[in-house]
């Protein structure tokens, strides 16, 4: 398993006030994904002159949790499982989801942190 990046994922039920925030403090929306889930949800990645990222996501309520890219989601899913970690058991989140560029899972530690693990397709 192998992380191609790390970052801060808000989901938000106001994502137009978060990105806005972020625009003021120097970062640039760099890529927009719509038609995410059985939601049709939008989320948008942000970059600042200084490297860092954050994507911002629509959702039903207000999560923070981490975004990991990895090379391959089934061993990164089975690794976090083997640690404690289950998939959300939300009817939106406890399958993996297929955007077309990539698939992810959003995970919950047994203390209750999200990671959403993501793979691109390639």
Do not use: C
């Amino acid at each position: 398993m192998k992380i191609t990046s790390f970052n801060p994922l808000i989901v938000t039920t106001d994502p137009e006030s978060a990105i806005k925030m972020f625009e003021e403090l120097g970062f640039e929306i760099r890529h927009t994904k719509e038609g995410i889930s059985i939601n049709d949800r939008t989320s948008v990645r942000m970059k600042d002159a200084n490297g860092f990222h954050v994507d911002i996501a629509e959702g039903e309520k207000d999560w923070t949790m981490i975004r990991i890219n990895v090379d391959d989601l089934n061993e990164t899913v089975k690794f976090l499982e083997d640690h404690g970690f289950h998939k959300a058991r939300h009817e939106a989140a406890n399958e993996t989801v297929d955007t077309g560029s990539s698939k992810f899972n959003i995970m919950v530690s047994e203390s209750g942190y999200i990671l959403a693990v993501s793979q691109h397709i390639k």
